[in-house]
T-cell receptor, first 114, second 113 residues
Framework: AQSVTQLDSQVPVFEEAPVELRCNYSSSVSVYLFWYVQYPNQGLQLLLK??????LVESINGFEAEFNKSQTSFHLRKPSVHISDTAEYFC????????????FGTGTKLQVIP | DGGITQSPKYLFRKEGQNVTLSCEQNLNHDAMYWYRQDPGQGLRLIYY???????QKGDIAEGYSVSREKKESFPLTVTSAQKNPTAFYLCASSPGTGTYIDTFGSGTRLTVV
């Protein structure tokens, strides 16, 4: 079985400050990892993904996440946040191979303060 | 542009009524999913379908039913047996089972009145 833990339900941060949203996973096999973003009253959008290769993955809007196998983590970071980054962020895991389903974390609300 | 269309965006249900939420995709994806979202609980899987005319229960299927008669369509019925149906419902799709979800619909907010 696979699981995802997002310990922080809310993260307030001032505009232009750096932010890290934490994600830890549990799985007995190799995994694929994802971050999704959800703006109010909308569906989720895939922000970035780790499938294989480089452990550092980046999105087009300045977010990055690093897959750390030894710590079973996939934290999301941005060096300088904007007001428009205010949203809820979900980490997700999928066991590689076989007929598995994606498991989502409980989400972290990022509130950027002007 | 390809994507998922969910309708209606807002839906109100009286006690004891069945209601059906629509989900249509034009991505040619084989797998489709229904999730329920409640504040602080993340996304919980209701049903999923890997192929036409086949579907499986997710983690919280009680009080819900689905059909998959066409590849493009995966409607969800919230029955009167679902005791707490007020929630935000999200439809999603992926190319096939075991692949990651790359597309979500914009959701339907269901409220019991």
């Amino acid at each position: 079985a696979q699981s995802v833990t997002q310990l922080d339900s809310q993260v307030p941060v001032f505009e232009e400050a750096p932010v890290e949203l934490r994600c830890n996973y549990s799985s007995s096999v190799s995994v694929y990892l994802f971050w999704y973003v959800q703006y109010p009253n909308q569906g989720l959008q895939l922000l970035l993904k780790y499938l294989s290769g480089s452990t550092l993955v980046e999105s087009i809007n300045g977010f990055e996440a690093e897959f750390n196998k030894s710590q079973t983590s996939f934290h999301l970071r941005k060096p300088s946040v904007h007001i428009s980054d205010t949203a809820e962020y979900f980490c997700a895991v999928l066991n590689s191979g076989g007929y598995q389903k994606v498991t989502f974390g409980t989400g972290t609300k990022l509130q950027v303060i002007p | 542009d390809g994507g998922i269309t969910q309708s209606p965006k807002y839906l109100f249900r009286k006690e004891g009524q069945n209601v059906t939420l629509s989900c249509e995709q034009n991505l040619n994806h084989d797998a489709m999913y229904w999730y329920r979202q409640d504040p602080g609980q993340g996304l919980r899987l209701i049903y999923y379908s890997q192929i036409v005319n086949d579907f499986q229960k997710g983690d919280i299927a009680e009080g819900y039913s689905v059909s998959r008669e066409k590849k493009e369509s995966f409607p969800l019925t919230v029955t009167s047996a679902q005791k707490n149906p007020t929630a935000f419902y999200l439809c999603a799709s992926s190319p096939g089972t075991g692949t990651y979800i790359d597309t979500f619909g914009s959701g339907t907010r269901l409220t019991v009145v």
